[in-house]
């Protein structure tokens, strides 16, 4: 049960479009994948189909539901999704005070998928610190960071090389990787910190994803990038990094299918 964290220092970089497309990959190599939204913006979802007005998700039955694995939405494939949903203040802070409060929260309400055969979770996470970020150091086995190429990510690499995100490393197992998105030739600065991150960050830049807009386009039509235009050049970088990830991380790929079918309520 791999499980990757795609999060961020700042926001504005295509953390969750990356997100979405990592898992969409991962779908495509043939993995079972289930896609967890820890965002408020709870916007995960609509990369994958699911209506604007269904606001449907975990956060909001977490008081009366130990098991999340009960909110998840089937997209069709080999692709779930467990959407945060359409919640109050209140209990967005009551969702996070129990993040932080109980070290044992976050674990009962994934211990399903997280003993589910063959399951690859991509999770994504609001940008900066975060209790829910925090609370997924223990379980997760590897974390994707997602950048721009631009000079205010560079300002910010310190957050995660001096562990200021969550108060310590990231990640304990596979440790913690980046992914320089939205990458421009055409820009002189854009250029110049791709260089810059990749001798910075050696091995540790998984992948450059280029400027493309049909990143853009394909995100307004509810699509993967692979079905809106699977030639595009965002669509070659992402597949390389998706599989930079299964490397990592053990996925065989082509191995997707399980015993049994994940319990689903779309």
Not at 89 to 111: A, I, V
Not at 112 to 134: C, Q, R, S
Request: glycine fraction near 8%; proline fraction near 5%.
């Amino acid at each position: 049960m791999p499980l990757v964290c795609v999060c961020s220092p700042k926001g504005g970089v295509g953390k969750t479009t990356m997100a979405a497309n990592l898992a969409w990959s991962l779908a495509r190599a043939g993995s079972k994948v289930l896609a967890i939204d820890f965002d408020v913006q709870n916007a995960l979802r609509l990369h994958f189909g699911v209506p604007l007005q269904d606001g449907r998700g975990f956060v909001a039955r977490s008081d009366e539901q130990a098991d999340w694995s009960q909110s998840i939405l089937t997209t069709g494939g080999n692709i779930f999704v467990l959407p945060y949903g359409e919640v109050t203040e209140e209990q967005r802070e009551r969702f996070e005070y129990k993040l932080g409060s109980d070290p044992h929260f976050l674990k009962r309400g994934l211990d399903t998928v997280l003993h589910y055969p063959g399951l690859v979770i991509v999770a994504d996470f609001p940008p900066g610190p975060g209790p829910a970020l925090k609370a997924m150091q223990q379980l997760a086995d590897m974390h994707l960071v997602v950048m721009l190429a631009d000079t205010a990510s560079v300002s910010l690499l310190p957050q995660i090389e001096n562990n200021r995100m969550i108060g310590q490393p990231l990640n304990n197992k596979h440790g913690h990787y980046f992914v320089l998105n939205q990458s421009d030739n055409r820009r002189n600065i854009s250029r110049e910190v791709t260089e810059f991150m990749h001798q910075r960050l050696g091995d540790n830049l998984l992948g450059v994803v280029h400027r493309d807009e049909s990143v853009t386009e394909a995100n307004a039509s509810q699509q993967s990038i692979y079905d809106f235009s699977p030639a595009s050049a965002a669509a070659f970088d992402i597949e390389l990094v998706a599989k930079r990830v299964a490397n990592l991380l053990g996925i065989q790929v082509g191995k997707g299918e399980v015993q049994a079918p994940i319990r689903s309520h779309y």
